[in-house]
């Protein structure tokens, strides 16, 4: 059953709310004219090495090296990441140089 127009225009209010609200809403707690409770600057320092941790886990875990291209192109484009970003120390290079040979890879080489 299509949706009404008001049906439409809700969801798009609720999901552009969400998304306000969830940007906003740290400003709003923590002022820059107070010092932030511990545990979120700890929180600071701790979450974004381990969200990479876990997108890279979940990146490799369909990987088989015993079948297929044996994980070959995924050890490859790991190994430019980290070259890149230990050379030009450069995220979005590191991981755009990465995310393009690993493509390469698999769409021309390892089919």
């Known amino acids: 059953m299509p949706m009404t127009p008001f049906q439409t225009l809700v969801i798009i209010v609720a999901i552009a709310s969400g998304a306000v ?44 090296l015993f079948s297929g291209s044996y994980g070959i192109p995924e050890l490859l484009a790991i190994a430019v990441i980290l070259i890149m970003h230990k050379w030009k120390n450069n ?21």
């Open 91 to 111: 995220v979005l290079l590191s991981i755009g140089s990465g995310t393009v040979l690993y493509m390469v890879l698999v769409q021309f080489i390892f089919k």
């Open 21 to 64: 609200i969830t940007r906003f809403l740290p400003f709003v707690v923590f002022p820059q004219s107070k010092t932030p409770p511990k545990i979120i600057l700890q929180l600071g320092k701790m979450l974004p090495a381990a969200v990479m941790g876990l997108l890279v886990v979940y990146c490799l875990k369909g990987v088989s």
